[in-house]
């Protein structure tokens, strides 16, 4: 296959003209550049607008925490009575934990195995520039732990994902912050997408971002980190793991490299002025031969009033990001921090 079929930057810039309130209803031009991703051919706009789409920071969200913490099933002095607990088969314990991190199963069933963990039954406020290396391996490690014991008691269960809802805005219906796990026998819609990809197109990607530098971050050792050519959402960054295809294959170590990349994005976040993500790690199943283990992860409108979705009819209904984010300058601003 040629190089140029294999992987595809596409991208164009359309112009408009408007005649504008502000300049006595003068021609003005404006353009938006519109993106393709070169591993799933999802599009994206690019945007230049005179004020951030999404409005910075003014909610008291330390003060909402103490709102919500009397009643918070996942706080400590809670957390034993009201979460339940995993069949014997998958844990003798019922609950998996690592250094302050608890999963349980998710009341609500959505996947045939899901499972949520917090980072801590003692945090339940924890702001983004507050996030860690050693809380986000904690609790991606009882992910994996989750995983595969459920893979080891149904062989059936081959498609894994770690994924966040981080603040209300990006789907959470509790405050307490945490993370979740879904093993299916069957894929999810982007499951199945980056499943499609050859692994080649996988590796030119990560090759190609790694020489021309403009989107790249670094790595971390064995995790490539880079901000997407055509973001899914604002501040899309991607970690793709060669030699992984499955949560299930990560050790110790790798989990670590993931922790310490998402906790050093999450910071960054914060310094953006955002505080509420959507994260996904997709995982193929471990008999899979010809894939790259995955990670993205996006920021979501501010938790306050009045609240602006970022999630528009494009998104929805055109499934189109629009963003207002240049992925150039979110990657330059994340080498600083990954010291690359
Ligand atoms: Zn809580």
Redesign the pocket.
Known sequence: MARARLLEFRRHTLSAQILHPAHNFEPVEAQVEVRWDPLTGYAARLVRASSALLAPPSFNLEEFASA??AS????AERIELATPKLPTKISAEGRIQRGQAVLFPNLLTYTKYSAVA?YS?EL?YLPLNEMTAGLMRDNLSTHVDYIRASMRTDNDAVWASINANHMLPSGSS???PHLQSSIDPLPSTVQQMLADVPGERFRAYIETERSNRERYIGTTGSVEWLASFAPIGFNEVRALIPDAVSPADLTDERVAELGWGIATILNLYAELGFQSFNMALYGAPPSSHDYVLNLRMVCRSNLQSPYRSDVTYFERLHWQAMVDTVPEELAAKARQRFGS
């Open positions: 919500t913490r918070c099933p996942f706080c917090v039954p339940h509790l405050f307490h």
